[in-house]
Structures are given as C-alpha cells and as structure tokens.
C-alpha cells in the first residue's frame, strides 16, 4: 500500500500557511544576520591579531582564518536564499519558493551527512573509561538537538512544498465578453496566460465541418 505526502493547509496547525512561513523566513533572516555580524567578528579579530604580530602558532591562525571563511560564506549564501525566499513568499512566485525549496532539501541532506560522519568519528573513539557522566550527557544533549534540527528542517521543507502545490493549483480564471468579441483568458502563476477567441473557434469549427462533409460525400460516391 502506498502513502502519499501529506500537503499542510496550516503552518505549526494554527497559522496560515504563507504567513507562518514568511514569519520563519523572517526569523532565519534575523539568525543568519547575528551568526553574520559574530562570525565577522571573530575573522577581524583574528586578522588584527595577525597583523599586530601577536605570537600564535601559523597554523592556528590559519585554521581559524579558513573555518571562518567557511562559516561566513555558508550564512550568507543562507541569507540569500532566505530572501528569496521572503520575496516569492510576497509575491505569491512560486518559483522563486521552488529554488529556496531545492536549497533547503540540499541542506537537510548535508546536515544528515554532517550529523553521521559526526556520530562515525564519536562512535570510534568512544571508550567507557575516558568518558564522564557529563561528557555522556552533553553528547546526548548535542545528538539530541541534532535529531530536532533535522525533525525541523524535514517539517518546514513539507511545508514550502505545501505552499508550491497551493500556488501551482491556484490559477487564475477571467472571461472577457466584449461586443466585437468574446474571450476566455486563464492565468497562472507559472505559465503564460492561454487566450482562447470566439474567432479561433469559429475557424476550428468550420475546419470539422468541411472535413465531415468531404467525408459525406465520399460516402455517397461509393
């Protein structure tokens, strides 16, 4: 038997889904903004270190030089995303949420690897004797608040692609009837508008109705 995905109307089962998920977006602008401006931080400071000749090993220096350039680019590539995320939440395109909904399946993929390898490393060097009752319970701790990042991510990512399929089926539909001619107009958000005139359909039916004659008279030929 197979299960389908389940589509949420609601975000957090109590409020709307387009506006819950913009006030996350927004939330995530908030976070990525605070890691930007402390990340930063700690790359002027290391670099003001290096050049006011402080003694510290080249190595380190170079080590903390390169996990900062790491980190900062990753929440800044993040607070791009979010906002493009935030401006096709705005603006109803979906899909401008399509691209920060492929982003975030990327992510949730890399955090899974990251959590593995993570455990792989810990699981080789576990060793009961070297291992305190508070290093057991931080470990739980960490491993634990990894499996919710995760639970959070997967949710969020059911919700965006919630919000594609309602603005995929939401399509837009007008009739225009006019004196000289009649129109029929259907709109979408990801397809171009298809424009169906009385007079295509006069012509399409004149075409049936030569054909069905050339087809009588065939007939009564035989």
């Not at 975000?11 to 006030?23: E, M, V």
């Not at 960490?142 to 959070?152: C, H, K, M, R, W």
């Not at 171009?192 to 030929?221: F, P, Y």
């Amino acid at each position: 038997m197979k299960g389908e995905i389940p589509v949420c109307t609601r975000c957090c089962f109590c409020l709307p889904l387009r506006r819950g998920l913009l006030a996350w977006g927004y939330l995530k602008l908030i976070v990525d903004t605070l890691y930007i401006a402390f990340v930063s931080d700690s790359l002027l400071e290391t670099i003001l270190y290096s050049l006011n000749g402080i003694n510290r090993p080249s190595g380190l220096l170079y080590s903390e030089l390169t996990v900062a350039l790491i980190l900062l680019s990753l929440f800044l590539t993040d607070f791009v995303a979010t906002t493009i995320f935030v401006v096709g939440g705005h603006t109803k395109n979906a899909t401008l949420i399509r691209v920060f909904y492929i982003f975030s399946i990327s992510i949730f993929v890399s955090t899974i690897l990251l959590i593995a390898l993570l455990f792989s490393l810990t699981v080789s060097d576990l060793s009961l004797q070297s291992f305190t009752p508070y290093e057991w319970l931080n470990l739980v701790v960490s491993y634990s608040a990894g499996f919710a990042i995760l639970v959070i991510q997967c949710y969020f990512i059911l919700l965006q692609r919630s919000e594609i399929i309602k603005l995929t089926k939401n399509c837009q539909f007008s009739f225009v009837n006019h004196a000289a001619e009649a129109a029929c107009t259907m709109r979408c958000p990801d397809e171009e508008a298809i424009h169906v005139t009385q007079a295509e359909m006069k012509t399409e039916r004149e075409t049936k109705d030569e054909q069905n004659e050339s087809r009588k008279l065939n007939e009564g030929n035989e």
